[in-house]
């Protein structure tokens, strides 16, 4: 089944203690992104990746790392987590070309005490 | 800079009840637009798309259509059911730029 899997689905954690959330789609798309959900504020890119070893930031990118080692994987790091970023996470992957839609993951819930 | 304004929710309707969820844009290029669906405890999910002017995407008795002298693409159903309650996004792929543009969302809540 083409899909993408995030894991954990749920974390909570504490203030400073590095965490990663990974992603995984087996679709073989090219282009793999990160995003959280917030009330009131819709949908927020973190950090995208055009291609293995081609990562960009999106429009929030601070406090938060990607990597992009195999085409498949996109990791989100947050080295040093804060209660600002308590949120819901969604990874998602896309083909190339304007005209692709986005697949998305079932999200994380993060909550940093 | 690209931008989808959507209606603000929530949208609250009787079950069969006729839907109508007004997105517009603006863009710098010819972009190709989407309407994705976010059930409850969920990711979001394609619902359906249109690349061109003119263009009708539809799915599931939802249908939407491309209009680029308006730059509108307003979702609408006929008669709506329980199981649509849920958020639904505009969102757009501008040639010009690889990060996709998405809407607020409308929350969509149906009554039995």
């Known amino acids: 089944e083409a899909q993408v899997t995030q894991n954990p689905r749920y974390l909570i954690t504490v203030t400073g203690k590095k965490l990663t959330v990974t992603c995984s789609q087996n679709?073989?798309?090219?282009?793999m992104s990160w995003y959280r959900q917030d009330p009131g504020l819709g949908l927020r890119q973190i950090y995208y990746?055009?291609?293995?070893?081609?990562?960009d930031k999106g429009d929030v990118p601070e406090g938060y790392k990607v990597s992009r080692k195999e085409k498949r994987n996109f990791p989100l790091i947050l080295e040093s987590p804060s209660p600002n970023q308590t949120s819901l996470y969604f990874c998602a992957s896309r083909l190339g070309g304007d005209n692709q839609p986005q697949h998305f993951g079932d999200g994380t819930r993060l909550s940093i005490l | 800079g690209d931008s989808v304004t959507q209606m603000e929710g929530p949208v609250t309707l009787s079950e069969e009840a006729f839907l109508t969820i007004n997105c517009t844009y603006t863009?710098?290029?010819?972009?190709?637009l989407f309407w994705y669906v976010q059930y409850p405890g969920e990711g979001l999910q394609l619902l359906l798309k249109a690349t061109k002017a003119d263009d009708k995407g539809s799915n599931k008795g939802f249908e939407a259509t491309y209009r680029k002298e308006t730059t509108s693409f307003h979702l609408e159903k006929g008669s709506v059911q329980v199981s649509d309650s849920a958020v639904y996004f505009c969102?757009?792929?501008?040639?010009?730029?690889?990060?996709?543009?998405f809407g607020r969302g409308t929350s969509l809540i149906v009554h039995p």
């Open positions: 990746s055009m291609n293995v070893e081609v990562t």
């Open positions: 863009a710098t290029g010819y972009p190709s």
């Open positions: 969102a757009l792929n501008d040639g010009g730029s690889y990060i996709p543009t």
């Open positions: 679709m073989n798309h090219e282009y």
